[in-house]
């Protein structure tokens, strides 16, 4: 497993190095990942840079994953491991051939991070990000 949040871009490279391996991109509401960027080091700390840097990120990861072989790859947002591991744990090792083991849920879960722009910003700022985010926030579902 590797989760370097850059991999994506380089899915079919990953892909090509190892047919039989399968990828697995876990996303969440990009207000959320905004937000969290912006209080990383290695990160933009304003908010419209951060959103910028998601955008190309987000922007190269919906590129590239058009090329991907369904069969190869899922997609799972955060919000759906964290409210129903089970099931999502069980497609998961589906797709990769591994035999589910209750024990896989023994990790916690977390809810914490989940809907923290609404939180951690002020109401001008959810403003200002959610206009910046808006395709990203509709293309993942986030807008309803």
Request: glycine fraction near 6%; proline fraction near 4%.
């Amino acid at each position: 497993m590797e989760d370097n949040t850059w991999n994506g871009l380089f899915a079919r490279e990953l892909l090509s190095l190892f047919p039989e391996s399968c990828f697995v991109h876990v996303y969440r509401d990009p207000r959320d990942v905004v937000v969290s960027f912006a209080g990383q080091r290695w990160a933009p700390a304003d908010l419209p840079t951060a959103c910028r840097w998601y955008a190309d990120l987000m922007g190269r990861w919906l590129s590239t994953r058009k090329d991907l072989d369904a069969s190869r790859y899922r997609e799972i947002s955060m919000e759906s491991l964290v409210g129903n591991p089970k099931e999502v744990l069980s497609g998961l090792c589906e797709l990769s051939g591994l035999q589910f083991d209750a024990s896989m849920l023994n990790v916690e879960f977390s809810s914490e991070s989940i809907g923290r722009w609404r939180r951690d910003i002020s109401t001008a700022e959810q403003a200002q990000i959610d206009t910046q985010l808006a395709p990203f926030v509709r293309e993942l579902g986030y807008d309803k």
